[in-house]
């Protein structure tokens, strides 16, 4: 089992940058794909980002492209997502999820969730 917590979310101005962190516990963490999501007010939660369980394959959705990086320390058991230019539609709630191996964007492929981080995004 792993249990996995965000942090780094804040108030940040647009144009700013943050840098989240999914922390896992257990030993296997390196043997986990982690899929970072988020979730707006009143709509439904995407994807955003993905890492492979051996940090060779990413993957970002269209929208933050070029902007969001992800990478993952598994010495740390730590999994970050570095989002640069940030734009007020960035703002939502942040999770990060783990399932065996590979990562997905499909979010009901996941087995688990942290309890997410907010970010939040000023004009």
């Known amino acids: 089992q792993v249990q996995l917590v965000e942090s780094g979310g804040r108030l940040v101005q647009a144009g700013g940058s943050l840098r989240l962190s999914c922390a896992a516990s257990g030993r296997t963490f390196s043997s986990y794909g982690i899929g970072w999501f988020r979730q707006a007010p009143g709509k439904e939660r995407e994807f955003v980002a993905s890492i492979s369980w051996s940090g060779f394959r990413t993957y970002s959705s269209d929208s933050v492209k070029g902007r969001f990086t992800i990478s993952r320390d598994n010495a740390k058991n730590t999994v970050y997502l570095q989002m640069n230019s940030l734009k007020p539609e960035d703002t939502a709630v942040y999770y990060c999820?783990?399932?065996?191996?590979?990562?997905?964007?499909?979010?009901?492929?996941?087995?688990?969730w942290g309890q997410g981080t907010q970010v939040t995004v000023s004009s």
């Open positions: 999820a783990a399932r065996s191996y590979m990562a997905t964007s499909d979010l009901s492929l996941y087995d688990y």
